[in-house]
């Protein structure tokens, strides 16, 4: 059912209609939670296709730095524990690279947030790694403030 109703809603939002009309026009009385829940979670066509490039960006260096992690984490763990311990953080990327590509709001509240408690560990200090996630940091704190605006969101007891 949330697949379905999801995929109606990214249709809509792609004629660019409102959220508010989106919520008028889907909302039954057992589904109203699940919409505001789905409309406050994406953006607006118009915006997100705006920042399409900028998020393919943050995505390229979240991979990047993925992969460099779970390589790291293959070469140099010396038993099982340490190596399944080690691919927490790369699954977490994968993860977050997903809901980037989805344009999930998940996405963009978690990144800013992980990149810099990721700086705390000495290993990821070094020059490249640190100025990249200072830059994921920064374009999605930015990003999210631009396509999940406080006005736009949907509250069923407004509408």
Do not use: W
């Amino acid at each position: 059912m949330q697949q379905s109703l999801e995929k109606e809603i990214k249709s809509l939002l792609k004629t660019n209609k409102s959220k508010r009309a989106i919520f008028k026009l889907l909302a039954t009385e057992t589904n109203k939670n699940e919409l505001t829940n789905l409309l406050n979670n994406l953006p607006l066509h118009s915006r997100r296709k705006i920042t399409f490039g900028i998020t393919l960006f943050i995505a390229g260096l979240l991979s990047l730095l993925t992969i460099k992690q779970g390589l790291y984490v293959y070469l140099h763990s010396n038993s099982a524990a340490s190596l399944i311990l080690g691919f927490v953080v790369p699954i977490i990327h994968i993860y977050l690279v997903r809901e980037l590509l989805r344009s999930h709001r998940l996405a963009y509240q978690l990144l800013p947030f992980l990149s810099i408690l990721a700086l705390l560990r000495p290993e990821n200090r070094i020059l490249p790694d640190m100025y990249m996630y200072i830059c994921m940091a920064t374009l999605s704190g930015v990003l999210y403030l631009f396509l999940f605006p406080k006005k736009e969101r949907v509250q069923y007891s407004q509408v």
